[in-house]
């Protein structure tokens, strides 16, 4: 392993020469002072979490059944009620061998920084410092869209059901996105003012989570029509594609985001009590739980659906709402029931909001973004590393103003979330496989996959290559397709990728180190 000088640096990332104790454990046990040592960071965070907690945080995060919901459109319309159910399933096992991936990198090196620490470290010498800047970059992009993301999603989730209720009521873009700014501002002073109080609250919002879900589907279960086991299993929708399998793969993106984020957990190891073996742990639960909870949810659907083509075209812009309010025939009810979703959408844009500024404070920590050392200052007083909350909800709400001038251009942003993640994942992986397959000695781990890593890596890695080219797909095909439908991710996540490798080319390879270059080796 690659190692670095142990004098201490002017933020005072590096710990005393010795590897001995800490100024202060703040939570943490002895593996975590050990790791911080050799990884040559201070602590300076309390370490509040510890394992149902974190469990909690990350499975919130996730949201996934009420995220699956919220992303049905696209889902109905390319695939159908068979590639709902199908491709969920495909996205959950891909994303067990993802996780399960990461959870070994994790335990070996449980960082806020993640995986560009983890490409640093295990990445060849010579591509240590471009790669870790590339994979930093595209991270800490990727969870402030995924940030704007859930909020836009509770925002417009509350503009759905005043089309339900007031008919006279006129569907603006700005009114949304006052919406969306709002759920991102009451996040943010959480995150601030409430942030040692968080695992708290990550604990009884997990039980709405578990228990939202039967509110949910009984009413569904017990009221609705039922479609035929053959529609709901074997009947795939094609719009033109000419394939049902293309058309299903580019459904799956409504499987695919709300599956993202039980890296989070990650993010935050440098607050989480004896990280090395509560982080893979509490990754692994969160995909398991969450991944059950929306293959229910979606053979609920595939059940009791009703007429696709009414459900498709309602004026709410959500099908859940109209599957709501088909089965329950009471304004009332689908309020009351849309409210949990709201709800647990606000929770999960509060938990993504503390992951992102996690994220912005470790790059900035290790010189990787321009105001380094004021973003990575944490407030004494708060114990939050303030100016990156700020800095990132601020980053959120100017990403939320594009939905003003266009959706699609607001859309076609958001899924940059897909593209950029699926890359920071897929790199530090494929970084794994190298260090594995050239022989080189592998970190201690107390979560291994042992002999059959390698293969779970492999899988891992070929699941998230197709989901990066389908995350670039149009959801309709000519002729339906049209500049204001076309997706325009791929253009937008160019532009993103150049912009940062000229950003690293004029100013951030006279900066940016990468972290290996605080590691140590410790006896």
């Given amino acids: 392993m690659t190692t670095s000088s142990t004098t201490m640096d002017s933020k005072d990332r ?82 067990t061998a993802v996780y399960a991936s990461m959870a070994e990198m994790g335990s070996m090196a449980p960082t806020t920084g993640g995986q560009y620490h983890w490409v640093s470290e295990f990445s060849p010498r010579k591509y240590q410092k471009v790669l870790s800047y590339f994979v930093g970059w595209l991270g800490v992009l990727g969870w402030q869209a995924l940030q704007a993301s859930i909020a836009f999603q509770a925002g417009t989730i509350i503009q759905g059901l005043l089309v339900l209720n007031y008919p006279s009521y006129v569907y ?47 009413p569904l279960w017990i009221l609705s029509p039922r479609s035929s086991s053959e529609y709901a299993w074997q009947a795939f929708q094609d719009p033109g594609w000419h394939s049902a399998g293309l058309s299903a793969l580019i459904g799956m993106q409504a499987s695919v985001v709300p599956l993202l984020g039980a890296d989070a957990s990650v993010h935050m190891s440098e607050e989480l009590k004896d990280a090395a073996y509560t982080l893979p742990r509490s990754m692994m639960w969160a995909t398991s739980l969450n991944g059950a909870l929306g293959w229910v949810t979606a053979i609920t659907v595939a059940y009791c659906i009703g007429d696709l083509e009414s459900v498709v075209n309602t004026p709410t812009n959500y099908p859940f709402i109209q599957i709501f309010y088909n089965t329950t025939g009471s304004r009332p009810a689908t309020n009351a029931m849309a409210a949990i979703i709201i709800l647990m959408d606000a929770a999960s844009a ?43 909800t601020t980053i959120a709400c100017l990403l939320s103003l594009i939905n003003i001038g266009s959706t699609v251009a607001f859309n076609s942003l958001i899924s ?91 100013w951030a390879r006279f900066r940016y180190s990468g972290p290996v270059e605080y590691v140590r080796k410790l006896d």
């Avoid at 919130?60 to 969920?88: D, K, P, R």
């Avoid at 609250?201 to 997990?206: K, N, R, S």
């Avoid at 992102?356 to 944490?378: E, K, M, N, Y």
């Avoid at 990066?468 to 160019?494: E, I, K, Q, R, Y």
């Fill in 14 to 95: 590096s710990v005393h020469s010795d590897g001995g104790a800490y100024k202060a454990t703040r939570g943490g046990n002895a593996n975590d002072q050990r790791d911080m040592a050799r990884m040559g960071k201070t602590q300076v965070l309390q370490r509040n979490f510890k394992l149902v907690t974190m469990f909690g945080f990350s499975a919130i995060l996730m949201c996934s059944w009420e995220s699956q919901l919220s992303s049905l459109s696209i889902a109905l319309q390319n695939g159908g009620t068979a590639g709902l159910i199908w491709t969920w399933l495909i996205s959950w096992m891909g994303f």
């Fill in 350 to 392: 509060i938990s993504i909001q503390a992951s992102a500024s996690r994220q912005i404070f470790a790059f900035a920590r290790d010189d990787g973004t321009p105001f380094a050392a004021w973003l990575s200052r944490v407030s004494p007083r708060l114990d939050v590393p303030l100016n990156a909350v700020i800095c990132s």
């Fill in 172 to 218: 603006e873009r700005w009114h949304g996105t006052l919406l969306v700014i709002a759920v991102l501002v009451c996040g943010a002073l959480f995150n601030i003012f409430l942030a040692t109080r968080l695992h708290l609250v990550e604990g009884t919002i997990l039980v709405v989570h578990v228990y939202g879900i039967f509110c949910i589907l009984a």
């Fill in 416 to 506: 940059l979330t897909n593209g950029t993640l699926m890359v920071s994942y897929g790199m530090c992986i494929g970084c794994f496989v190298w260090r594995r397959l050239s022989k080189q000695p592998m970190l201690p781990s107390q979560f291994q996959l042992g002999r059959y890593g390698l293969l779970v890596n492999l899988l891992a890695m070929s699941f998230l290559s197709v989901v990066f080219v389908m995350a670039f797909f149009p959801p309709t095909p000519l002729p339906a397709l049209t500049v204001m439908s076309m997706n325009w991710s791929s253009l937008v996540f160019t532009v993103v990728a150049v912009w940062g490798i000229v950003f690293y080319l004029v």
